[in-house]
């Protein structure tokens, strides 16, 4: 490997505290967080999982372990998309919006705002998905 390569491969560990790094710094952090405490994104295998794919701009998956199930919608389009989620009996609750998460000005975690966020309605609810971003939902 070339020596420049590797040095501007490197990472420079004290800009994970510095805007736009922090941002994403906190966004990683917060995913392995939900992954360590979430057991359908800590445990599951390909038959615990539906995928879908609309167009080429969404892509949806629900995972379940047990009583524990999440949705994943993923926004790849320069608009943005108004998504509806799986039917649930015990509603669903925000836990991640990458959109908010990396506007935040410091890059500080989501988890506090999305312990405040309501659950869904159970009847049929609808996100808003920004351009290039994502959301986590979490069955209640």
Not at 27 to 39: G, S, T, W
Not at 85 to 105: F, I, K, M, N, T
């Amino acid at each position: 490997q070339d020596e420049r390569t590797f040095a501007r491969s490197k990472l420079s560990w004290q800009w994970k505290d510095q805007p736009p790094h922090a941002a994403i710094w906190n966004l990683y952090r917060e995913l392995l967080r939900l992954r360590r405490e979430i057991p359908a994104l800590a445990h599951g295998t390909k038959n615990e999982m539906e995928v879908r794919c609309e167009d080429e701009t969404i892509l949806t998956v629900r995972r379940w372990h047990g009583e524990s199930a999440v949705w994943l919608a993923c926004n790849f389009a320069d608009t943005d998309s108004k998504q509806t989620l799986p039917d649930s009996s015990r509603g669903w609750r925000l836990v991640l919006d990458s959109a908010s998460e990396l506007d935040s000005p410091n890059g500080s975690p989501l988890s506090e705002a999305a312990d405040r966020t309501p659950v869904a309605s159970r009847a049929e609810q609808t996100c808003m998905l920004k351009p290039w971003s994502f959301q986590l939902w979490q069955q209640e």
